[in-house]
């Protein structure tokens, strides 16, 4: 047995990890027999009442969890190859495309719960929610040239929520607002910039408060000025001030993603620099729409029409952080 007090700060934090990291592994392993077990009512064998008290003694899953993965294996009954990767995906993944996959994309849906992140899954499903529910019958490029995706302000959406230490003991209330676009970025851009501030991500009650107390205060957020030097003659990976400068007064700080209406963090060559060699068709996207795209999922939607094409002349007042390709 490891002897705990005699570790350092960093080797105590790799085995938390390390033992979290094998608790979900098997957490999840366990959470795939919860169906059989279920279906041949094992827990009356030995004595459990139900498969909720089974599951929450055995494995310490709770009640909601139990009733989800139940729901998502009746959804996967005739999808084996998304009934197998129970056990072996998170929950939440699997519910993304628990509303769409059907027996005929069995293999389909697999590959890609696989493949993408959480975050880009759901982009991926909303893309075609909305080309087959709003334009039925249409290909995917004239679905996709003519949907405007409608979305409302992440204030308490499908966004992780981040504990705060300090707001741990005040009860918490939802309450729903409705604010125009102009507004949901401005709210969505402080955010962001006080996650970089903090050096962590934050809430939106955080996020909420803390505006409110600098409001008050008459303070304003720590930001540095972009500067505009002049155009370098020599072209490497690296994107000019100016360049950044003439997308933050296009786009004014908005990620170029048609119907998105998040901050813009990093940069993409729609062309691809390697190809290239050059800054010329670029355009400011979020972390998500950012990583959809990389990873090529975007060309089967016809990337090229589903970008906004912004022709905006007033400067923003915020910069963004850029990761050039």
Known sequence: ???????????????CKKVGFNARIWTRRFMATIPEVFKRRLYKKYGYCSIHEFAAKMAGVSYKNTDEVLRIDEKFSEMPKMKGLI??????????VACIATKDMDSFWAEKVKKMTKQVLEIYVREIKNTVQKFPGESHEENLKNTQQEEQIGLFDS?????????KASPKKTFTIQVDEETEFELRKFKQILEKEKNEPVDWNFALKEMTKRALKGEVLKQKPVRIPKQKVNVSRYISAKKRFDLERKYQGHCAYKGCNKPAEQIHHKD???AVRN?????????NHHNFVHQNFAANFAADKIFNKFKLEKSASFAFKHNSI
């Open 1 to 15: 047995m490891i002897n705990l007090e005699n570790l350092s700060d960093k080797e105590l934090y790799a085995y």
């Open 87 to 96: 056990g072996e995906i998170g929950l939440s993944k699997l519910k993304v």
């Open 159 to 167: 966004e992780k929520s981040i504990s705060q230490n300090n707001d």
């Open 272 to 274: 691809g620099f390697a």
């Open 279 to 287: 800054h010329e068709n670029i355009i400011p996207l979020c972390k």
